[in-house]
Nanobody, 118 residues
């Protein structure tokens, strides 16, 4: 059974930083593509970033240069380092595994809330 458990969300002021973590179990971490998707209140789900099994990364234009995705294979943990946060980054952030295209993945975590105040 695949389990993805996010942590690290919180409230910060604009310009601040947060690091999200996602502990993964039940999947072969080195094989699956993994990523982060966010959903703001009243808005559609939005792709944020993903990292494939080979380590290649991609980012939404809105977060390029500010966010960095990484994997720790020894800990089976996915990270999202978020710097220079903006109020428009406020959303529920979901860890996900096995990329299907767009903002879609096969497996999902429960989400962690990020709130950025101006």
């Amino acid at each position: 059974q695949v389990q993805l458990v996010e942590s690290g969300g919180g409230s910060v002021q604009a310009g601040g930083s947060l690091r999200l973590s996602c502990a993964a179990s039940g999947i072969t971490f080195s094989v699956y593509s993994m990523g982060w998707v966010r959903q703001a209140l009243g808005k559609e789900r939005e792709f944020v970033s993903r990292i494939n099994s080979g380590g290649s990364t991609s980012y939404a234009e809105s977060v390029k240069g500010r966010f960095a995705i990484s994997k720790d294979y020894a800990k089976n943990t996915l990270y999202l380092q978020m710097n220079n946060l903006k109020p428009e980054d406020t959303a529920m952030y979901y860890c996900a595994a096995e990329y299907l295209g767009g903002p879609n993945f096969r497996y999902w975590g429960q989400g962690t809330q990020v709130t950025v105040s101006s």
